[in-house]
């Protein structure tokens, strides 16, 4: 049974070695129009200014290319998000978090705002590269509350930014080096409220060569725990190398559930 | 409806308090919220820190200490029944807003906004509510890319669901023929990586095997099960890169 009304929307893109998830939130379908205007924007804005320059190029200011369409393009969604939650009164309130990531030059830049993660599995490490923007995550950092604790927190799901809430928002922004081997996980907290860390990382190692296999099974396990929110994964497997200037060239396979 | 706190002493209920503020305080002086007279109790005993719906217990340095379910502590976070005692009086924490992993309503994210708005000049209170996340209840989904099927319960017994029994693999040839294994896990993988590789799958409603890599599937009692998950019953014949295994139900 496929959900009517799903708020997650993800796209990616193996060519340009892009994927975006973004998941909504807003009454009646406004989360699903939100993060569809997140993913939309990000997906056509990056291709679109991708098609006569490198990322790695610099800009006028000194910045990468890549990075700097992810922060440009990020605050373009919000604002997109913004004027239409202004402008219809039943999308009024709507937002979404986002996470995107562009692969390029052996390296990846992150983009994210909101509770929706990137993990990384290289070897036998598995980990969260980007940290949440959100009131446990802040109570975490406080000391106030251990990692351990936070499981039992009543106070999930709050988020100290959102996309399309105010008109102007700052997205957060790394870039990470690459290796061969490296699997990255996108994903919605419809997975990683369900199924703990560690589960979710044995589960990548075990799986790692049938990733269609992975997201399937990492969606079961969130379903198998009780889930009921829309769970979104993005998988991205680095198969080889993409230094500049050869580019990424369809190196990296992508596969999602929504 | 806020977490509450009721205070008793020998069994008898005293009174009980609201959580509605964000710092409650214990202790014998009148000025603390829960004003607890008696000598064994510290003028500012304990402080507990609410936030929207977890609270915190901190003892404030008191000289007879407190304990949460019977262990001393100088720091907890309460949890629902959980019971402070301070010298012979006991505080029963109560908080029956559902946990967010059981309730329809759970996956509502919302966004909290600071409290410093440019745009209007009314008073904001410092937590302001701007989106939700709809909320709908299925029971299952499934949408992959790949369109693996999802599987759902049958055949099993309702009391399994909850409690399933083990299940074991055991080998029958090769050099390792008569090892077995427990499948306590989520997920065991069986084969030899490169060449075939399976994944035995712990669900709630039984155990599946799906291919995961190599050229062959494996069978299960002579077919071969192709690429989608397939449900195991007890005593089935398992064969992968050469090697048969029985599975079964522990006993």
Redesign the interface.
């Known amino acids: 049974?496929?959900?009517s009304?799903?708020?997650d929307s993800v796209a990616y893109d193996a060519e340009l070695g892009l994927v975006v998830l973004a998941?909504?939130?807003?009454?009646?379908?406004?989360?699903e129009v939100a993060s569809g205007i997140a993913v939309s924007v990000l997906s056509s804005e990056v291709r679109h200014h991708l098609e006569g320059a490198r990322p790695e190029d610099l800009d006028s200011a000194g910045k990468e290319l890549g990075v700097a369409l992810l922060h440009d393009n990020v605050k373009k969604a919000n604002l997109s998000i913004f004027r239409a939650a202004q402008s219809q009164p039943q999308y009024a309130?709507?937002?979404t978090?986002i996470v995107t990531a562009l692969f390029y030059d052996d390296r990846v830049a992150v983009a994210h705002i909101?509770?929706s993660r990137m993990y990384r599995l290289r070897g036998e490490s598995f980990e969260s590269i980007t940290r949440d923007h959100s009131?446990l995550q802040e109570?975490i950092d406080s000391g106030?509350?251990?990692k351990d604790?936070a499981r039992?927190?009543?106070?999930?799901?709050?988020?100290?930014?959102?996309v399309g809430?105010?008109a102007d928002v700052e997205p957060e922004l790394h870039v990470h080096e690459v290796q061969v081997g490296d699997v990255y996980l996108l994903c919605s907290?419809?997975l990683n409220?369900?199924v703990e860390d560690d589960?979710i990382g044995?589960?990548l190692q075990?799986?790692q060569?049938?990733l269609?296999?992975a997201?399937?099974?990492l969606?079961?396990?969130a379903?198998?725990?009780?889930g009921?929110?829309?769970v979104s994964v993005i998988l991205v497997k680095v198969k080889g190398r993409f230094a500049a200037p050869r580019g990424l060239w369809a190196k990296l396979r992508t596969?999602?559930?929504? | 409806m806020p977490a509450k706190l009721i205070l008793s002493m020998d069994g008898a209920v005293l009174k009980e308090y609201p959580l509605n503020k964000e710092r409650t305080t214990i202790g014998r002086k009148p000025h603390n919220d829960i004003v607890i007279d008696n000598l064994a109790v510290s003028s500012e005993h304990a402080a507990i820190v609410t936030i929207l719906n977890d609270s915190f217990l901190e003892d404030l340095d008191s000289t007879n200490g407190l304990a949460v379910n019977g262990t001393p502590t100088k720091k907890h976070f309460l949890q629902n029944n959980d019971l402070i005692e301070i010298g012979k009086y006991k505080l029963k924490y109560l908080n029956d807003q559902p946990t967010q992993t059981t309730a329809a309503d759970f996956e509502k994210t919302m966004v909290l906004r600071a409290p410093i708005k440019p745009a209007a000049g009314e008073a904001k209170s410092p937590l302001d509510v701007t989106a939700t996340r709809k909320t709908e209840v299925t029971t299952q989904f499934n949408a992959t890319a790949s369109g693996v099927a999802n599987v759902t319960g049958g055949g099993m017994a309702p009391e399994a669901a909850g409690a399933q029994p083990v299940a074991l693999v055991q080998i029958l040839n090769g050099p390792n023929a008569g090892k077995e294994l427990e499948l306590v896990k989520n997920l065991t993988t069986l084969g030899k990586p490169g060449v075939q590789v399976a994944v035995l799958a712990r669900r709630p409603h039984g155990y599946f095997i799906t291919h995961v890599e190599g050229g062959s599937f494996p069978t299960v009692n002579g077919s071969s099960i192709g690429e989608q998950p397939h449900q195991l019953r007890d005593h089935d014949l398992i064969e992968l890169a050469g090697v048969k295994m029985e599975f079964y139900f522990k006993t």
């Open positions: 049974m496929v959900r009304h799903n708020e998941d909504g939130m807003g009454g009646y379908n406004a989360g309130g709507m937002g978090t909101g509770d009131l109570q106030m509350i251990s604790d039992l927190s009543k106070n999930k799901n709050l988020v100290t930014r959102a809430i105010d907290d419809g409220d369900m589960d044995t589960t075990m799986l060569n049938n269609p296999l997201a399937t099974q969606i079961q396990m379903n198998d725990n009780g009921r929110d829309n596969w999602f559930g929504n």
